[in-house]
């Protein structure tokens, strides 16, 4: 605090020497002059004096016989005079503060984390409705009223929390995976489960709803498995009436996937020439600006982008962007598929669909690959057994008996 | 003549004592005496001074009211100096009343 006020005032460092530069000390604290950090260099002393001290030195330096040499002057003081000098330099700087305070004011980068079904596309789109984009000014937010809006508008968020941190505002959320509102709109009318693919049925458990096929039964997709219309029987065994539910059971189904695709036995691949070219750039919300005169003369290049917006302090995004376009030439050689390659392309693809299988929660029990060469392609099928649950909801079609002809 | 002023001066700083402690007032503003405030042997911090007699890496004499203090140490600077009050840095190794 002490040298941020010598700071303003002003001081120096003085270099002195003479006669009885201690009678000097003794008469600068008689005129209460402060002097800090005295060395001593044996033939001179080095000190810190202000620079009213300074002023004041003259009679003393007489009276002593010392003699007094500025080394370097400090402070606001003398720093003042030089931007006075440097005037379109200090407008130039003050402009830019004020540039930054009032950019300050809005919202220049918006985030969101915790969307997994709902893209952020569509969550801006919702923003821009509710008229908050990039470049919307701070005040013009209520974020409590958002995360309402946002709730109320979106089935799927169960919990949102928004924030604005500098010149971001952060959206996060959970969702949730069902629609439960949608679903008891559609229990009213009643819902069968239908099958979705040809085969045998392997188990079923029947949770509610009319079962009209049993275990070991061929079925074919389109067949209904599961009626939600469950009758009413009256005395004579004549249905009275139905009373409609969402139909529920677990129908596992012995089935077949069919695979097929074909690779061609040449193919292209890239060499890289080494040759390379930078192009920088200025990027505003809507613009943007290469700061070179000409696009590289490559005929095959790939095309990198390293983007970094301008963050001047945490969380004070500015809307500019800065980087480059890195371009990497390559010349598209061309060879021929080995028999090995290809088997191995094949068991790869193979795999992959494997894997996708297994995460919709099929179990694999068999799998067959052919592969076929004919002419310059080469054939491949795949054919898996495999147990799925199968069954999709949809509107029954059993219509109530109409009662007022009875 | 001298060894009677000197033993009217002793007489009269013994009577200034004498007051001084039965009125019990401050006797660094009365008699003047030093106020040397040690931090370990890196700092001092000195009042009630008059002015400084010398000044060296290995010794800093000030002249009291009453009497003079050496303090004597190795690499001794003076870290602010005004009227009422100074700060000696370095490694102290005695302070001496003379």
Same mark, same amino acid.
């Given at each position: 605090?002490?040298?941020?006020?010598?700071?303003?005032? !002003?001081?120096? @460092?003085? +270099? /002195?020497?003479?006669?009885?530069? *201690? =009678?000097?000390?003794?008469?600068?604290? %008689?005129?209460?002059?402060?002097?800090?950090?005295?060395?001593?260099?044996?033939?001179?002393?080095?000190?810190?004096?202000?620079?009213?001290?300074?002023?004041?030195?003259?009679?003393?330096?007489?009276?002593?016989?010392?003699?007094?040499?500025?080394?370097?002057?400090?402070?606001?003081?003398?720093?003042?005079?030089?931007?006075?000098?440097?005037?379109?330099?200090?407008?130039?700087?003050?402009?830019?503060?004020?540039?930054?305070?009032?950019?300050?004011?809005?919202?220049?980068?918006?985030?969101?984390?915790?969307?997994?079904?709902?893209?952020?596309?569509?969550?801006?789109?919702?923003?821009?409705?509710?008229?908050?984009?990039? !470049?919307?000014? @701070?005040? +013009? /937010?209520?974020?409590?009223?958002? *995360? =309402?809006?946002?709730?109320?508008?979106? %089935?799927?968020?169960?919990?949102?929390?928004?924030?604005?941190?500098?010149?971001?505002?952060?959206?996060?959320?959970?969702?949730?995976?069902?629609?439960?509102?949608?679903?008891?709109?559609?229990?009213?009318?009643?819902?069968?489960?239908?099958?979705?693919?040809?085969?045998?049925?392997?188990?079923?458990?029947?949770?509610?709803?009319?079962?009209?096929?049993?275990?070991?039964?061929?079925?074919?997709?389109?067949?209904?498995?599961?009626?939600?219309?469950?009758?009413?029987?009256?005395?004579?065994?004549?249905?009275?009436?139905?009373?409609?539910?969402?139909?529920?059971?677990?129908?596992?189904?012995?089935?077949?996937?069919?695979?097929?695709?074909?690779?061609?036995?040449?193919?292209?691949?890239?060499?890289?020439?080494?040759?390379?070219?930078?192009?920088?750039?200025?990027?505003?919300?809507?613009?943007?600006?290469?700061?070179?005169?000409?696009?590289?003369?490559?005929?095959?290049?790939?095309?990198?982008?390293?983007?970094?917006?301008?963050?001047?302090?945490?969380?004070?995004?500015?809307?500019?962007?800065?980087?480059?376009?890195?371009?990497?030439?390559?010349?598209?050689?061309?060879?021929?598929?080995?028999?090995?390659?290809?088997?191995?392309?094949?068991?790869?693809?193979?795999?992959?669909?494997?894997?996708?299988?297994?995460?919709?929660?099929?179990?694999?029990?068999?799998?067959?690959?052919?592969?076929?060469?004919?002419?310059?392609?080469?054939?491949?099928?795949?054919?898996?057994?495999?147990?799925?649950?199968?069954?999709?909801?949809?509107?029954?079609?059993?219509?109530?008996?109409?009662?007022?002809?009875? | 003549?001298?060894?009677?002023?000197?033993?009217?001066?002793?007489?009269?700083?013994?009577?200034?004592?004498?007051?001084?402690?039965?009125?019990?007032?401050?006797?660094?503003?009365?008699?003047?005496?030093?106020?040397?405030?040690?931090?370990?042997?890196?700092?001092?911090?000195?009042?009630?001074?008059?002015?400084?007699?010398?000044?060296?890496?290995?010794?800093?004499?000030?002249?009291?009211?009453?009497?003079?203090?050496?303090?004597?140490?190795?690499?001794?600077?003076?870290?602010?100096?005004?009227?009422?009050?100074?700060?000696?840095?370095?490694?102290?190794?005695?302070?001496?009343?003379?």
């Amino acid at each position: 605090m002490i040298r941020f006020y010598h700071y303003l005032r !002003g001081y120096l @460092k003085i +270099k /002195i020497w003479g006669f009885s530069p *201690e =009678r000097f000390i003794n008469l600068c604290g %008689n005129q209460d002059i402060l002097l800090w950090d005295i060395e001593n260099h044996e033939d001179y002393f080095i000190m810190f004096i202000s620079i009213a001290g300074f002023k004041k030195l003259k009679t003393i330096t007489k009276k002593t016989g010392t003699r007094v040499v500025i080394l370097k002057k400090y402070g606001l003081p003398f720093f003042y005079p030089k931007i006075r000098k440097r005037c379109v330099f200090a407008i130039g700087l003050f402009g830019c503060l004020l540039l930054l305070q009032m950019m300050s004011h809005y919202i220049w980068i918006i985030s969101f984390s915790g969307n997994q079904i709902i893209t952020d596309e569509q969550l801006l789109m919702y923003l821009k409705e509710k008229q908050i984009y990039c !470049g919307v000014n @701070k005040k +013009k /937010i209520q974020v409590e009223q958002l *995360e =309402r809006d946002f709730r109320h508008d979106f %089935n799927k968020i169960t919990w949102i929390s928004a924030k604005i941190e500098g010149t971001k505002l952060f959206i996060q959320l959970k969702e949730n995976d069902y629609l439960k509102r949608e679903e008891k709109e559609q229990v009213d009318t009643g819902m069968d489960l239908q099958a979705t693919r040809d085969g045998t049925i392997i188990s079923m458990i029947t949770r509610s709803g009319v079962p009209m096929v049993r275990a070991m039964d061929e079925i074919k997709s389109g067949d209904i498995l599961i009626s939600g219309a469950v009758p009413v029987y009256e005395e004579d065994m004549t249905v009275k009436n139905y009373i409609f539910c969402k139909a529920d059971a677990d129908i596992y189904l012995k089935c077949r996937y069919l695979y097929a695709g074909k690779i061609h036995e040449m193919y292209q691949y890239k060499v890289y020439t080494g040759r390379e070219k930078k192009v920088p750039f200025l990027k505003t919300r809507e613009r943007e600006i290469k700061l070179s005169l000409r696009e590289p003369s490559f005929i095959h290049s790939d095309c990198l982008m390293h983007q970094n917006k301008i963050e001047l302090i945490k969380d004070f995004y500015l809307p500019l962007s800065y980087g480059n376009y890195q371009y990497k030439e390559y010349v598209l050689m061309e060879k021929k598929y080995t028999k090995e390659q290809v088997e191995k392309l094949c068991y790869k693809k193979l795999e992959d669909i494997s894997e996708t299988l297994q995460e919709k929660g099929v179990q694999i029990l068999e799998k067959n690959v052919k592969i076929k060469k004919e002419s310059a392609n080469y054939l491949w099928t795949a054919e898996f057994l495999v147990i799925e649950k199968t069954g999709k909801l949809i509107r029954t079609q059993t219509e109530a008996p109409n009662t007022d002809q009875q | 003549m001298n060894r009677k002023k000197l033993s009217r001066i002793k007489e009269l700083e013994t009577r200034k004592e004498k007051v001084v402690n039965s009125l019990s007032l401050p006797k660094d503003l009365l008699l003047g005496a030093f106020i040397v405030t040690l931090t370990g042997n890196r700092e001092a911090w000195v009042e009630n001074y008059k002015g400084i007699l010398e000044y060296s890496d290995e010794c800093i004499l000030l002249q009291g009211k009453m009497c003079q203090l050496r303090i004597l140490g190795k690499e001794l600077s003076v870290d602010y100096y005004t009227n009422e009050d100074m700060k000696i840095k370095g490694l102290i190794e005695c302070v001496r009343y003379e």
